[in-house]
């Protein structure tokens, strides 16, 4: 029996079916409808019977037939040549994709983070298998998490040496985690190869001291798509998505593109990337929310720089008692203040350069000093100042930002070239020498007199 007769016979009013709930969103039924089909079946398996371990019947048997599925994939690859041996700890095998591992990657099991542990390990032989609890979507991000320059050689061929450095670099400075292939690390100029690349050495250097975030910045859903399993494949942690971009979108297919990608990525956990001078359009905060009711995303990067709307999120995520869902400020500016209104992170550009200095904003916001906080965005404010440094007159704010960066990291001695992708340009000797001028002046480098 149908529910519309059912609600009859028991007196109650019929309820709206899909055709009405599409009318909500004139232009999109099909897209909208989808959403509410795929919004309701999650409720559905949050509310069915729970077991002994708190978690729905429905899940359980996912996962263990994916345990199944991947145990059979394991079996019949060992022996198999160089494509046999264990799945390192953090990658999902995805149905419709294959895991490719990387000559001499390291064990990448973790240790006991500070809070409890999140992750099942079934370990049979030599063979290790990870399959993420319902939980880790949930997973907080938080602390300095820089944003990575992605060093080239001057032949513009990737830097995995000066990648090494770099990444110490930020570790030593208190970072709690990397995030590759964003805005900073020129996300959209490289291909699949050559990310591939760059996040497999990055794994291998970070080495289970904080997650490894990748950027999946794509102009189509299906290319998000294709860049998320190529991102699972070399072994990130986390993925950051952006909406698509060029083409301009409505809301509605803003949300269709994080939920379409989300059944892609599986139990990796997908942040959504809030960048409005790149996207075309700002991520709104009820879709925002929405999704992360719905378990979609796990947070969300705000680059915007409209602090009313980042309060707004941050109270909305409080009222609907979203703990899990981590919320991160990509604001320097406004550092001290973000992390008064209740952000969980800061993931700055100049992280690359000066980890420490937001490492101390964060603390001090948190243990109340906040004139000593001030003290510290003062000094930030100073060390901005090298992003003005490349002429802009001959170059794009891309290139004078991500020049400015890579040239405070070659002063510092981290990375041995300021090279760029094409289309942009490095930046020039004359404008490292000011560059050099204002990490001294700012306190970030130390010169003897």
């Known amino acids: 029996m149908s529910g519309h007769r059912r609600a009859q016979r028991a ?75 264990p799945i390192p700890y953090g990658i999902a095998v995805l149905p419709g994709h294959s895991f490719r591992p990387r000559a001499a990657r390291p064990d990448r099991r973790r240790t006991e983070p500070r809070s409890t542990r999140r992750h099942d390990l079934r370990q049979e032989g030599t063979i290790v298998t990870h399959i993420a609890a319902a939980s880790d979507r949930h997973r907080r991000f938080g602390g300095v998490i820089p944003p990575l320059v992605t060093p080239l050689t001057p032949a513009g061929d990737l830097d995995t040496d000066s990648l090494g450095r770099l990444i110490e670099h930020v570790f030593d400075g208190g970072a709690s985690g990397v995030f590759l292939l964003g ?188 004139e000593k906080a001030e003290l510290e965005q003062q000094r930030l404010l100073t060390l901005m100042e090298v992003l003005g440094v490349p002429d802009q007159r001959r170059m794009s704010s891309s290139s004078a930002s991500i020049g400015a960066v890579k040239g405070a990291l070659q002063v510092l001695g981290v990375i041995d070239s300021v090279q760029v992708a094409p289309p942009l340009l490095p930046i020039e000797a004359a404008e490292i020498a000011g560059v050099r001028e204002v990490l001294i002046r700012s306190g970030v480098l130390q010169v003897s007199s």
């Open 183 to 370: 805005s900073t690390g020129e996300g959209t100029s490289f291909t699949i190869a050559e990310r591939e690349q760059l996040i497999g050495a990055a794994v291998q250097h970070v080495a289970g001291r904080g997650p490894v975030l990748a950027g999946v910045l794509a102009p189509s859903t299906a290319l998000a798509a294709e860049l998320c399993r190529s991102s699972i494949d070399a072994g990130a942690d986390a993925l950051v998505a952006a909406a698509p971009f060029y083409v301009a979108t409505h809301p509605v297919e803003v949300e269709q593109h994080y939920r379409l990608i989300a059944e892609v990525t599986g139990e990796i956990p997908l942040l959504a990337y809030d960048i409005p001078v790149r996207a075309g359009s700002k991520l709104p905060a009820d879709v925002v929310l929405r999704l992360a009711e719905d378990t979609v995303i796990a947070g969300v990067k705000d680059s915007s720089g409209v602090i009313t709307g980042l309060r707004k999120l941050i109270l909305e995520r409080e009222r609907l008692g979203l703990t899990g869902f981590s919320i991160l400020t990509g604001s320097e500016n406004t550092a001290d203040l973000c992390v008064l209104l209740g952000v969980d992170g800061i993931i700055p550009g100049l992280g690359n350069v000066e980890v420490a200095t937001f490492v101390n904003i964060i603390e001090l916001v948190r243990a109340g000093e906040l």
């Open 11 to 85: 007196g109650r009013p019929a309820q709206p079916g899909r055709a009405a709930t599409a009318a909500h969103h004139p232009g999109a039924p099909d897209v909208a409808a989808r959403a509410d089909r795929l919004r309701q079946r999650r409720h559905r398996e949050l509310a069915s019977r729970r077991t002994d371990h708190g978690r729905p019947r429905r899940l359980l048997r996912r996962r263990r037939a994916r345990l199944r599925s991947i145990r059979r994939t394991l079996r019949g690859r060992q022996g198999s040549g160089p494509r046999a041996g």
